[in-house]
């Protein structure tokens, strides 16, 4: 399992019944992870001195309880800075476990810069939410187009930009239907050096097009791969469906990638330490391709 646990500002403290006791900077929040199946005593006294508690419900759904909370507030991952909100169904706005990918892609990104400093390198993000993939890979080097289908959570990510000193990086923000945009950048001729992606279970589009990761990934993964420059560094996908396990990953991308590029695919769980037990919370998989 790769472990996201060069955190500082976040922290799992404890999880039981449904439910995971997180540290988000200074403020404790508590909030349903369907992978938390298992029934442990909350011993731990911040399980009751919550800021923020998103309540599961049993018809779908849920809503937020907040117990002095700011609508409002940011965290750090090394040099980057995060904005944060609780918003609808239990998110904040950042995952974090996806920390270990970002490590993993910033550290290839710079050993290239390294070796060849005039060479520009490409990135395309795709479901690219707030920004954290975008902003590590622009800090490490590289040009990144971000793409999301939602204006919001593109307005989101150049604020958390903003926050990172990264306002003037070379970063191309686009709210765009993800697959459209990988076949009009075909039929431009354009490539890249690096790719991301972060689909959801279930989405839509910026005109209702519907999106089921079950159907819609092996083909995204395909398309996709046809954009890689013929020296690419790397295509990273992330899963949070449990019917995605990482060796399916691992059949996908090769399929896709290895016979026209070569390379290695690894895929693996990825998770964040529990700090009151020394134990891993899961949080999907990744797959990964390099050379």
């Not at 279970?201 to 097009?209: F, N």
């Amino acid at each position: 399992m790769w472990i996201a646990d060069n955190w500082k500002d976040y922290e799992v403290i404890d999880c039981s019944k449904g439910e995971k006791l997180e540290r988000w900077g200074r403020y404790i929040l508590v909030r349903p992870d369907p992978q938390v199946i298992w029934d442990t005593k909350k011993a731990d006294g911040r399980w009751k001195k919550k800021n923020g508690h998103y309540h599961r419900s049993q018809k779908g759904g849920g809503e937020w309880e907040f117990f002095d909370l700011p609508q409002e507030w940011s965290i750090r991952y090394r040099e980057l800075t995060f904005r944060l909100k609780p918003f609808s169904f239990k998110h904040t706005g950042l995952f974090p476990e996806q920390a270990v990918n970002w490590d993993w892609f910033s550290s290839i990104i710079k050993s290239a810069k390294a070796k060849e400093p005039a060479r520009q390198l490409k990135v395309l993000n795709l479901f690219a939410y707030t920004g954290g993939a975008t902003l590590a890979a622009a800090l490490a080097g590289a040009a990144v187009t971000h793409v999301d289908a939602s204006k919001g959570m593109v307005t989101w990510a150049k604020e958390n930009a903003a926050a990172s000193g990264l306002s003037e990086a070379p970063i191309r923000w686009l709210v765009d239907d993800c697959v459209k945009f990988v076949e009009r950048e075909l039929r431009r001729g354009n490539t890249y050096d690096g790719i991301i992606m972060d689909p959801p279970s279930y989405g839509r589009g910026p005109k209702g097009e519907i999106w089921k990761i079950e159907e819609n990934v092996f083909p995204l993964i395909e398309l996709a791969a046809k954009l890689l420059s013929d020296n690419a560094l790397f295509f990273l996908v992330n899963s949070y469906t449990t019917g995605l396990q990482p060796a399916v990953l691992t059949y996908m991308i090769h399929t896709a990638l290895v016979p026209r590029l070569g390379g290695l695919v690894e895929s693996s769980e990825i998770g964040l330490p529990v700090s009151s037990n020394g134990l891993v919370l899961p949080c999907g998989a990744s797959g990964r391709w390099f050379t």
